[in-house]
């Protein structure tokens, strides 16, 4: 069976990067609806999907991985699409928005916490993984607590670092990718293990 891990990686960094435009605010906060049907289909679905391929090839890591940020896409997709935008809107009760943004810390922070463990876990792949995760990790906790504190500033640099890791995510994905047509390596990703 071929390796399916360059299909989920090149999604999740494709779903990561839109998003990262949007906190880094480099583009109309107003479009950022569109990454709602990406995260479940495209961030989520296909890593799910790839989730079940790994563990058929027997490959824990992947599984796991995949297994758990595809479920992020689609919950944060749920989050976004029914729950927080009805909260939050114009005429939302302060009390209403402090319980959108404490549940958003929440569910970041217990995903900062699995990506920790991903990250530990990585440093036996390659480096590239490494950086991503690593990022991905002050990704996480610079939303979580630019969420809960209502600093955008944070909110601003968590999306730098998310279209960072995005980027890197994006080769690594095409260095699987190319390998697997080529026949060889052609993207150094620099093997640890």
Avoid: C
């Avoid at 679905?45 to 090839?57: D, K, M, S, T």
Wanted: net charge neutral.
């Amino acid at each position: 069976m071929a390796d399916p891990g360059a299909w989920a990686v090149l999604a999740f960094s494709t779903n990561s990067f839109m998003l990262g435009l949007y906190n880094a605010q480099l583009v109309d906060a107003n479009g950022a609806a569109i990454v709602i049907p990406m995260a479940f289909l495209f961030g989520g679905l296909v890593q799910v999907v790839v989730a079940v391929l790994e563990v058929i090839r027997g490959n824990l890591f992947g599984a796991v991985v995949f297994g758990s940020y595809g479920p992020f896409w689609i919950i944060y997709g749920l989050i976004e699409e029914r729950y927080a935008g009805k909260v939050a809107s114009a005429g939302a009760a302060v009390k209403d928005q402090l319980a959108v943004s404490s549940a958003l810390t929440v569910f970041l922070a217990m995903f900062a916490i699995l990506t920790f463990f991903f990250l530990i876990a990585s440093l036996r792949t390659d480096m590239v993984l490494v950086a991503v995760f690593a990022l991905l990790l002050a990704a996480f906790v610079l939303l979580a607590l630019g969420i809960h504190s209502g600093n955008t500033g944070l909110e601003k640099t968590s999306g730098w670092l998310t279209l960072i890791f995005a980027v890197l995510g994006w080769y690594h994905g095409a260095g699987g990718l190319i390998a697997a047509t080529f026949g060889r390596k052609v993207l150094p990703v620099g093997p640890l293990s």
